[in-house]
């Protein structure tokens, strides 16, 4: 069965300050993985997602994640964060089921921004 | 995303009472997916749903729980009898009809669109 771990329940960062938020993952076949950011009262909102090809893969609001296989991670980064991501980010895996596709969560990590 | 609609946005019962959660897809959608998120965790996958059928219920508990999508209206899921380990906020999300929606596209295509979510409280 497949998992997800995001380690970091919260990360603090000043604004303008670089940040990574972890995911790692645990799938026996090719893994698709998603990351989703959540603000306060809202559904998710689709930042990025990987399925093949170039393992670098650029998101909307200036996000990136990066694929490794060999550690079974799909982290997040961003150069320069701004006050209006603090939010809770989700990191996913979409398993394949019977021809339907499932997905499975990691418990988030909350990303507060300090002035 | 302002397509998917849920309502009630916040629904509040008392022990033993039911509950209905209502989903309108994006329009064209004929896939639905609920989720549930209890406080300080992740969106734990429910049951996915095409148009009068259930494809996959694996993340349905076993007793109380059940849902719909007929051919014509939103997609309901229902809880009965509810109990204070019901609270939550449940999520659904739509998406196109095909296969492997979730492969449609490039990196930032959105293959699934997810509603604002209700918040059950049970008192």
């Known amino acids: 069965a497949q998992s997800v771990t995001q380690p970091d329940i919260h990360i603090t960062v000043s604004e303008g300050a670089s940040l990574e938020l972890r995911c790692n993952y645990s799938y026996g076949a090719t893994p698709y993985l998603f990351w989703y950011v959540q603000s306060p009262g809202q559904g998710l909102q689709l930042l990025l997602k990987?399925?093949?090809?170039?393992?670098l893969v650029q998101g909307i609001k200036g996000f990136e994640a990066e694929f490794k296989r060999s550690q079974s991670s799909f982290n997040l980064r961003k150069p320069s964060v701004h006050w209006s991501d603090a939010a809770e980010y989700f990191c996913a895996v979409v398993r394949a089921s019977g021809g339907s596709y499932i997905p499975t969560f990691g418990r988030g990590t909350s990303l507060i921004v300090h002035p | 995303n302002a397509g998917v609609m849920q309502n009630p946005r916040h629904l509040v019962r008392r022990r033993g009472q039911e509950a209905r959660l209502r989903c309108s897809p994006m329009?064209?959608?004929?896939?639905v997916y609920w989720y549930r998120q209890l406080p300080e965790e992740g969106l734990k996958f429910m049951v996915y749903l095409q148009k009068e059928n259930i494809i996959d219920e694996s993340g349905m508990p076993k007793e109380r729980f059940s849902a719909e999508f007929p051919k014509e209206g939103p997609s309901i899921l229902r809880i009965q009898q509810v109990v204070r380990g019901d609270s939550a906020a449940y999520f659904c999300?739509?998406?196109?009809?095909?296969?492997?929606?979730?492969?449609?596209?490039?990196?930032?295509?959105?293959?699934?669109?997810f509603g604002p979510g209700t918040r059950l409280t049970v008192l």
């Open positions: 999300a739509s998406s196109p009809p095909g296969q492997a929606p979730w492969l449609a596209g490039g990196p930032t295509s959105d293959t699934q669109y």
């Open positions: 329009k064209g959608h004929s896939h």
């Open positions: 990987y399925f093949s090809g170039d393992t």
